[in-house]
């Protein structure tokens, strides 16, 4: 089983990243995919989750309205796509895929995890 998260990279404030988690080894159908950011000295914390048919989303107050998530099943893949983004926004991003709650937002509900790729938003 593997979530390859990619997309990360160097980007100045206020510009655009778009993410990308490709799924292997098994069918997450059922399953909520979610992304979860870690930044240096800090707790991993919730970013945006995603129901398995799509239809249904949560966010992070602190991204509502400038990143957006959505998953094509066709493809086994998860996409998250940040705007404005923030010096905040610093992190390695992580996806993750949950097999057992509906839009979790807490990491231990969350069954399978990606390496994580790293976002840096310079000021």
């Known amino acids: 089983v593997q979530l390859q998260a990619s997309g990360g990279g160097l980007v100045q404030a206020g510009g655009f990243l778009r993410l990308s988690c490709a799924t292997s080894g098994r069918t997450f159908s059922g399953y909520a995919l979610g992304w979860f950011r870690q930044a240096p000295g800090k707790q991993r914390e919730f970013v945006a989750t995603i129901s398995w048919i799509g239809a249904a989303t949560s966010y992070a107050d602190s991204v509502k309205g400038r990143f957006t998530i959505s998953r094509d099943n066709a493809k086994n893949t998860v996409y998250l796509q940040m705007n404005s983004l923030k010096p905040e926004d610093t992190a390695v991003y992580y996806c993750?895929?949950?097999?057992?709650?509906?839009?979790?937002?807490?990491?231990?509900?969350?069954?399978?995890w990606g390496q994580g790729t790293q976002v840096t938003v310079s000021s």
């Open positions: 993750a895929a949950a097999g057992k709650y509906f839009l979790p937002q807490a990491d231990y509900a969350y069954d399978y």
